[in-house]
């Protein structure tokens, strides 16, 4: 359950938001991960629980990461576009359209920041069930 490779893109929110569901497959199947990772009383001697496991906690913790990455660096490319849309506004106040666009990315980069909140939830939920 690796993560999609390649570049994220910023510009459509719902494509990010798309892109972090996909990503978060591996958090919203940790318990049934578990179920086939850890073997039964019948295939304890066959499965080495304990590579498994550690296998599985690296999976995770390099979901973590990369989804991590990709919040950040749209943040990051967002909240250029907007001071720059900003610097616009301040030369040119009475276009009508730059001001919509400004707005427009101001909201997107708020719900980029508000997926650091959700992405914290759902680490701590995958966390507390892979202990």
């Known amino acids: ?7 994220a893109s910023c510009d ?11 990503m978060r497959t591996i958090d919203d199947r940790i318990v049934h991960e578990l179920n086939t990772t850890i073997p ?27 989804r991590e990455t990709i919040i950040k660096n749209c943040i ?3 909240s250029s576009l907007v001071k720059a849309l900003q610097e ?17 990315e ?4 708020k719900l980029m920041q508000s997926e650091l909140n959700v992405e914290e939830v759902v680490n701590d939920r995958s966390w507390k069930v892979l202990s």
């Open 1 to 7: 359950m690796a993560a999609p490779s390649g570049a």
């Open 76 to 78: 990051a490319q967002t």
């Open 88 to 104: 616009e506004r301040e030369e040119a106040q009475d276009d009508v359209a730059l001001l919509k666009q400004l707005r427009k």
């Open 12 to 22: 459509d929110f719902a494509e990010f938001q798309e892109l972090l569901r996909v």
């Open 40 to 66: 039964t009383a019948s295939f304890v001697g066959k499965i080495d629980a304990g590579q498994t496991c550690k296998e599985l906690h690296q999976s995770l913790m390099d979901a973590h990461t990369s």
């Open 106 to 109: 101001q909201t997107k980069l």
